[in-house]
Each structure stands twice: as structure tokens, then as C-alpha cells.
């Protein structure tokens, strides 16, 4: 079975509990991760390192997204994430990051927290 990273929605951020590792609760979507390594060594990392985020909980602000462990992805960096997926999504082409797209659409429209987890 394939590694897979993981991208949810978080409904309640006041109800969010950092100890807790639950991606059922947060409805997320699959994206394997030999795709993300692919994309990451082919120009993504640069961009993504400079998504704000924070790892594993709002007390230690970082960039980009935690390959082994969980990544808070704020509101205010949804725009910039979604930028960042699209213009992947038109060179590769890909049912996982069609997917993402739509979930970072989702919390853009709500204004929502996204939980990422790594492998």
C-alpha cells in the first residue's frame, strides 16, 4: 500500500485538539505521496516553503508542509496553497490534486483551517 499524505477540513478550530490524530473527523482526502515527492523535487518545494503554516499546533509557526508529522494550514495561507496546487494541476494533471483543489476551494468559501498529515 502506498504512503499517502492527508488534507482535511477543520469545521471547529476552537474544538481542534493537537494530541488528538483523527482524519476521519476532518473528512480528508488521500494524495500518495511518491506524487508530492515527484512534484516537490520539481520545483514545488520552492514555492511551498514559502506557504505559511504552522507545525502541529499554533504555537510553533512554520513554512510549508511537514512530510512526517502534521501541518495547521491557516486561512489566511489557503489563496496562496490553492495558487500553488492549480498551477501543478495544469502540468500533471492529476485526479489527487483535482481533488485537493476542490478541498482548499472548500475552506477558502468557509473560511477554514486545513490539517495536512503526513506519512
Known amino acids: ?4 499524505h492527508r ?3 477543520i469545521d471547529r478550530f476552537e474544538e481542534f485538539n493537537e ?4 482524519p476521519e473527523k476532518f473528512n480528508c482526502i488521500d494524495v500518495e505521496d511518491d506524487f508530492l515527492i515527484e512534484i516537490y523535487h520539481a520545483g514545488f518545494k520552492d514555492k511551498l516553503n514559502k506557504l505559511e503554516t504552522y507545525l502541529e499546533n499554533v504555537r510553533q509557526p512554520d513554512r510549508g508542509l511537514v512530510f512526517y508529522g502534521t501541518t495547521l494550514i491557516p486561512p489566511k495561507s489557503l489563496k496562496y496553497f490553492l495558487d ?3 498551477a501543478e494541476n ?3 494533471k492529476s485526479k489527487e490534486l483535482a481533488m485537493l483543489i476542490e478541498k ?3 475552506a477558502i ?3 477554514k483551517w486545513m490539517i495536512h498529515y503526513g506519512i
Open 1 to 4: 500500500m502506498p504512503c499517502r
Open 7 to 9: 488534507f482535511g477540513i
Open 19 to 22: 494530541d488528538e490524530f483523527e
Open 84 to 86: 500553488i496546487i492549480v
Open 90 to 92: 495544469i502540468k500533471h
Open 104 to 106: 482548499i476551494s472548500t
Open 109 to 111: 468559501k468557509e473560511n
